[in-house]
């Protein structure tokens, strides 16, 4: 993907909320959404935390049914995103409730998927804000505006990342104002940053006849999702001879082919190419899989 393909800023609009610590509680805390530089926040203002994610899931719903695309910073994992919030309402109170980010952008993916894992150091976020120059760095905590400074910083980084004027590189340490200003001249803009090209699914293929084979492995795994999806590309990886190989750092980009081509629900990114997700996965579904895939072999030749 590059800054030319990606939606408009008046098209988007930008999440993120604030919740206990993963090791004590689920509890939230803070939901903030921005459109067109406008905040809308739901806190403990609202008369109880169910009512602060209906209040939030109302909005999402309705931007959504206006043809606007969700933007969020990895909200695709079980413990921190959607299915966070919707596990949180039935909690609290036992009903189900509908929670969608439709074509949804996580930025810190496409971030990685154009500009490479090493664009900025960790913490990449509080590295953006610091070498941008833009308030939101994870040192705001505790103020009083956080939870919208951080949903503003995403929309200035995609506003940035729009216009090419993003810089990446390695932050300065932030000792005065005048710092950040000084690193300038060294670091490198998304404008300057070298991109990688868009691959399709059939571009990770290793057959000599690639067509055939896509078209069979997308007639033969209809229904896959995440981690099983994961067993089907360490298996197509492991076959003999090797019917797919994919580089350090293209992941997003194979994950990104692959919904393409599939055209069904393969499961989100983090779903699939998490390292925890690699670690789940037994020899035994290796070699099972391996055995559907000898089929689809067997229909082409």
Not at 50 to 69: F, N, P
């Amino acid at each position: 993907m590059t800054t030319n393909s990606l939606p408009p800023y008046d098209k988007v609009f930008f999440v993120h909320y604030q919740c206990q610590n993963f090791n004590e509680g689920e509890q939230i805390y803070n939901m903030c959404l921005v459109y067109n530089n406008k905040i809308k926040q739901f806190d403990n203002n609202e008369p109880c935390e169910a009512a602060m994610i209906e209040a939030y899931c109302s909005l999402v719903t309705s931007y959504c049914k206006d043809g606007l695309i969700p933007v969020h910073w990895s909200q695709n994992a079980k413990y921190y995103g959607i299915d966070h919030i919707c596990s949180r309402y039935k909690a609290l109170t036992g009903k189900e409730i509908s929670l969608e980010y439709p074509n949804e952008i996580d930025l810190s993916s496409l971030l990685i998927e154009m500009l490479g894992d090493d664009y900025v150091p960790h913490p990449r976020l509080d590295s953006l804000a610091t070498l941008n120059n833009i308030k939101g760095h994870s040192s705001d905590y505790g103020t009083r505006m956080y939870p919208t400074q951080r949903t503003q910083l995403f929309a200035k980084i995609y506003h940035k990342l729009l216009n090419t004027k993003l810089k990446i590189g390695n932050p300065a340490p932030l000792e005065n104002e005048n710092s950040v200003l000084e690193a300038i001249p060294a670091m490198s803009s998304v404008a300057n940053a070298q991109k990688k090209p868009a691959k399709s699914f059939y571009d990770f293929l290793l057959h000599t006849d690639k067509v055939a084979l896509a078209s069979a492995l997308k007639k033969e795994f209809t229904t896959e999702k995440s981690k099983t999806i994961r067993v089907l590309l360490e298996a197509m990886k492991s076959m003999e001879p090797p019917m797919l190989a994919w580089c350090n750092g293209e992941g997003k980009m194979l994950y990104n082919a692959m919904h393409q081509f599939f055209c069904h629900d393969i499961g989100s990114y983090n779903s699939i190419f998490e390292s925890k997700i690699y670690a789940r996965i037994y020899p035994t579904d290796v070699e099972a899989m391996k055995v559907r895939l000898c089929f689809v072999i067997d229909q082409i030749k």
